[in-house]
């Protein structure tokens, strides 16, 4: 089999994992403008706030990465059979693994978080 068609779902896979978490990522802020904008108001930083959004949006994926490692340690004896080239130990491929969905997930929240900034707060807060 050539590579190509398996590199073409690999990067399918992976923007529909960027369209996901940017759309999750995009509601949570979306939802909590009004929260985010009596901070800006009290006094908080832009910088504040876009730390705030990604700390919020990368807790749950750091969690996950640790949590699969583990289990994906503890489960090589039955991956063993499915891998084809590649060690079941092999620590390129899990740190790789871990660092693409955290860089995908840094990336998706980074414009959510910056937007909520740039708000208009006035408008923001008399809307509801």
């Known amino acids: ?6 590199r073409r779902c690999c990067c399918l896979a992976l923007g529909l994992i960027v369209l996901g978490l ?6 949570s802020v979306r939802l909590r403008l009004r929260e985010l904008s ?6 908080s ?5 876009v730390r705030l959004v990604m700390r919020q949006a990368l807790a749950p ?10 289990v994906a340690l503890a489960v090589t004896r039955v991956l063993t059979a499915l891998l084809y080239g590649v060690s079941p130990h092999d620590p390129a491929t899990l740190a790789a693994a871990a660092l693409t969905l955290l860089t995908t997930t840094a990336a998706a929240g980074a414009y959510p978080a910056w937007r909520a900034t740039r708000t208009n707060l006035m408008r923001t807060l008399q809307a509801g």
């Open 22 to 27: 940017y759309g999750t990522v995009s509601l």
């Open 61 to 70: 994926v750091v969690v996950g990465v640790v949590f699969g490692l583990v």
């Open 1 to 6: 089999m050539p590579a190509r068609p398996r």
């Open 45 to 49: 930083s832009p910088t504040a706030i």
């Open 38 to 43: 009596v901070r800006m108001a009290l006094g």
